[in-house]
């Protein structure tokens, strides 16, 4: 089965309206990254947290980390109708090079 | 610098044909992971190359499949016998040193959507 899993696996809100994903995973990760994926299109790179990180900040987007429950959340204030895309997390298991996706969320940003 | 670069972005096939995608690294990685994404699925890890290596093809099917990354040009992603289960995005990722940049940063292409008629 994945490493990662999303939740929810959808999910739509008003433009303005702040957004929460979660990630979950299974084994021991170095590193945990968050991407974006818009329609028939490829992967964005948002951010990455280092498995010895709690929290981490890059402009609209606020992702935290607990390892010891295996889970990461993706948070995206002041949404935009821009940010209506599938979003991933992505983790590497130690000893591996090879990332590992979730199902995705899909988020729908409605104006 | 140009990011990754894959070719054809959309690549049609009949049932028996061989489809070929090609990747292009950022200049100076050394480091290519193929990925594919069924629809509504997430990425799934297929196989990591370095130049003339291949290091992990754990996620490749046995049969029909093959990758290379040679001393000069692009990786090569090579399907075989391509039947209509095949269709998906095909995505390349690079990355500069072992396990990508310090964190594993890994660059995606826009991927080559191959449809299988």
């Known amino acids: 089965s994945q490493q990662g899993e999303e939740d929810p696996q959808a999910l739509s809100i008003q433009e303005g309206e702040n957004a929460t994903m979660n990630c979950s995973y299974k084994t021991s990760i170095n590193n945990l990254q968050w991407y974006r994926q818009n329609s028939g299109r490829g992967l964005v790179h948002l951010i990455l947290i280092r498995s010895n990180e709690r929290e981490k900040h890059s402009g609209r987007l606020r992702v935290t980390l607990d390892t010891s429950k295996k889970s990461s959340s993706l948070l995206i204030t002041a949404s935009r109708a821009a940010d209506t895309a599938s979003y991933f997390c992505?983790?590497?298991?130690?000893?591996?090079?090879?990332?590992?996706f979730g199902q995705g969320t899909r988020l729908t940003i409605n104006p | 610098n140009a990011g990754v670069m894959q070719n054809p972005r959309h690549l049609v096939r009949r049932r028996g044909q061989e489809a070929r995608l090609r990747c292009s690294p950022m200049?100076?990685?050394?480091?290519v992971y193929w990925y594919r994404q069924l629809p509504e699925e997430g990425l799934k890890f297929m196989v990591y190359l370095q130049k003339e290596n291949i290091i992990d093809e754990s996620g490749m099917p046995k049969e029909r499949f093959s990758a290379e990354f040679p001393k000069e040009g692009p990786s090569i992603l090579r399907i075989q016998q391509v039947v209509r289960g095949d269709s998906a995005a095909y995505f390349c990722?690079?990355?500069?040193?072992?396990?990508?940049?310090?964190?594993?940063?890994?660059?995606f292409g826009p991927g080559t959507r191959l449809t299988v008629l």
């Open positions: 990722a690079s990355s500069p040193l072992e396990g990508g940049t310090p964190n594993n940063e890994q660059f």
């Open positions: 200049k100076g990685h050394s480091h």
């Open positions: 992505a983790t590497d298991a130690q000893g591996a090079q090879k990332l590992v």
